[in-house]
């Protein structure tokens, strides 16, 4: 659960210390990059670390209470996958897992990237290994923070303006010029927008 929800390596969450943890947040400096993440900790994960006994210095650690080492945590890692009949999924899929499903979540790849501590560019090759950036889903939530910033921001929807135009073969009325009036704008014919 630690890595669906903050979205980081094996090797920062093994070292990660309690004392990262103030009932929050996490705030970890990434060991690979040195980047570092402050990440807002959602319910379920919270839920679980408020619980969770502190046998150790370190959040995750053996069932004795003992650090981790990264040679045992994937022993015990394989053991695990096998033994729930799940194939091919390392623990370093989870990283990209908590990426998408952000995504899928309606997150922007900036407030992924804050998260998970991804460039912007590689958080764009995630989605793109997984078809994301033209997921219907994603595209309804865009177009839905659109209308509410425009609303907001009082922003006038109004019908176009221009000549009408009816097409002789089709009979569908369209406009020919585009614009919403009160602005100044250069006619196109070449464009057409279909009259609701």
Avoid at 86 to 99: E, K, M, P, Q, S
Avoid at 118 to 137: E, Q, T, W
């Amino acid at each position: 659960m630690m890595a669906l929800w903050t979205g980081q390596r094996q090797g920062d969450l093994l070292r990660l210390p309690w004392s990262a943890y103030d009932g929050e947040r996490i705030t970890l400096k990434q060991g690979k990059t040195g980047v570092r993440v402050w990440i807002p900790i959602g319910e379920p994960l919270k839920a679980l670390l408020d619980a969770a006994p502190r046998k150790g210095r370190t959040i995750l650690t053996t069932e004795a209470g003992k650090l981790w080492t990264e040679t045992g945590f994937r022993a015990s890692w394989r053991t695990a996958v096998k033994r729930d009949g799940i194939n091919g999924v390392t623990f370093h899929d989870l990283r990209g897992t908590a990426v998408t499903r952000l995504a899928l979540a309606g997150c922007s790849e900036a407030e992924i990237a804050t998260i998970t501590g991804h460039s912007m560019n590689d958080v764009g090759k995630i989605l793109d290994a997984h078809d994301l950036r033209r997921d219907s889903a994603l595209a309804r939530s865009a177009i839905q923070k659109r209308e509410a910033y425009e609303a907001s921001e009082g922003f006038a929807i109004s019908r176009p303006t221009g000549a009408c135009y009816t097409d002789s073969e089709t009979g569908k009325s369209a406009v020919k010029s585009i614009g919403s009036g009160g602005g100044t704008r250069t006619p196109d014919t070449r464009i057409m927008i279909p009259l609701l």
